[in-house]
């Protein structure tokens, strides 16, 4: 049923049925396409103390994100973030402040040195040292940068959580989304009231959402706007998804919407340079 506002239709949005959903899931194989994807390994956490370990590999919890501003020459700063992965690969995004709006993205592998304390990122070459919660951007010769300077070279861990994110949909019934048939996200946003905003590939959505123990997830009382536009039915199927998750999983700045023992629903990647 549609109730009116002040702005615009607000469409309140019965549960349907899971086959409906798989139905619509396979009209998505025409909007999106996907490479095979390997799953994570969970990283395996120790305990660890208040200074640079000697061997940080094994007795820091380094798997994550983390960010901060590089100095730049030309520029008023590098806004960087890098995720590690437990798997040694890694993702980083880069945006020169004050030069470009554009963001710089890099994957590759990393290697650790033979102490396991500092990394090695395959794409430039470049090292930091490992930390409890950072990494330090060391300089050339693989030294720790001193000085006056020496905090700016410094990125701190991000915390692993799901509220408070900008959670931009990458995968849906297992289809990536082709970037030149989408033109806007699709992403959610779980506020600390308990309260989800976010955006279909048209509209605006609202609601509640519910959290418990282990990984519960469910969302409530979703509501959106209604217009049309070209990709109705990926949208449709994004709120079906929403509808019947019941559960999620959470690794570094990748979320997956689960329902039971089904394969994951959707895959949200945390943005954290816009």
Known sequence: MYIESDQSIISVMPVLPIYLFTAVSLLLTIMFSCQPRKARVPHERHASNNRIGDNSRVSLDWAGSYKGTLPCADCTGIETLISLYSDNTYRILRQYSGRSDSLLEEKGVFEWDQQARYITLSSDSSNYLVGENRLFHLDKNGKRITGALADNYILDKLDNDITEKYWKLIELAGQCLKKQEISRDSYIILKADKKVIGS?????????YETGNPNR?????????????????????FIQ??????????DNDTLQLLKGRMAPLARFEAVYLR
């Open 200 to 208: 279909g590939y048209c509209n605006t959505i609202n609601g509640e």
């Open 217 to 237: 997830l469910r969302f409530t009382s979703l509501s959106r706007t209604f217009s049309a536009c070209n990709a109705i039915q990926a949208e449709e199927a």
């Open 241 to 250: 998804v929403l509808q019947i998750a019941d559960s999620y999983y959470l």
